[in-house]
């Protein structure tokens, strides 16, 4: 499990989550972009494409982090679900709180 | 701190301090011992890890206080077509019916309360303690 955060040269940056994001670790995802936020990035792309599975808490931090985001200005999209992980956003309904695209290119486009 | 799991041919225990960073590692041993063609691998690789990580977090937040001295129980029923999981705390438990549904409109931006919700969604079937502070989840084969 790690998280990885690199800036495009639009200085979009992209969040990528590999493994699980659950409660044992959904603190360390949280500061990292945070951080970001403080720093002055303003645009995120999470990336779930190597993504595993999402428990409810990792779920809370995306929202907690979404609206953080959007109070500062910024904008925060979702890419890379695999079906299980869609269907966990439809069910949960949170798939109408986040723009979420197929891949990372896409969201990086769509801004 | 590590973790050890029990496991005979029908069972697996495994008993996880009440730490939330452990949570990770403790659904990684119990879902790699799941014998292979018991469920399908989307079910292992996704339910079964989600509705664990989901249970044990709830049992080490609210059960045991995230308290280390103490710990939280799996117990694993194998069946040649289920599985069923305990996860047992020693806290006071809670009353499941009065969970919020996370749906409904004004509760969809809370960044919390959407545990038992998943879990429900992900399993078979869902049965609780009398006292609350035990959960059963059953995956079935199909």
Redesign the interface.
Same mark, same amino acid.
């Given at each position: 499990?790690r998280f990885t955060l690199k800036k495009d040269k639009s200085g979009v940056v992209i969040v990528g989550v590999e493994?699980?994001l659950?409660?044992?670790?959904r603190q360390e995802l949280k500061q990292k972009v945070l951080d970001a936020l403080e720093e002055g990035s303003r645009k995120f792309v999470i990336d779930f494409a190597k993504t595993?599975?999402? =428990?409810?808490?990792g $779920?809370?931090?995306l929202?907690?982090l979404s609206?953080k985001i959007r109070e500062q200005g910024g904008e925060l999209r979702l890419a890379g679900l695999n079906a =299980?992980l869609q269907t $966990?956003f439809e069910?949960?309904?949170?798939d109408?709180?986040f723009a979420i695209t197929r891949t990372a290119e896409e969201a990086l486009a769509a801004f | 701190m590590s973790l050890r799991l029990d496991v005979t041919r029908d069972s697996m225990r495994l008993d996880v301090p009440s730490d939330l960073g452990m949570v990770g590692d403790a659904v990684e041993l119990v879902a790699s011992h799941v014998p292979p063609g018991t469920l399908s691998p989307r079910r292992i690789s996704f339910n079964l890890r989600t509705a664990l990580a989901e249970a044990l977090g709830n049992a080490i937040r609210y059960g045991t206080g995230e308290d280390p001295e103490r710990v939280v129980r799996v117990r694993v029923e194998l069946g040649s077509d289920y599985v069923r999981i305990y996860v047992i705390d020693d806290g006071q438990g809670f009353d499941t019916g009065r969970v919020p549904d996370p749906t409904l409109p004004h509760h969809v931006e809370r960044d919390y309360g959407r545990g038992l919700f998943v879990i429900r969604h992900l399993v078979d079937d869902v049965a609780f303690n009398e006292k609350g502070n035990g959960i059963c989840l059953t995956l079935r084969a199909g």
């Open positions: 499990m493994g699980q659950i409660v044992g670790n595993g599975y999402i =428990d409810s808490s $779920l809370g931090v929202v907690s609206k =299980d $966990l069910l949960t309904k949170l109408t709180l | -």
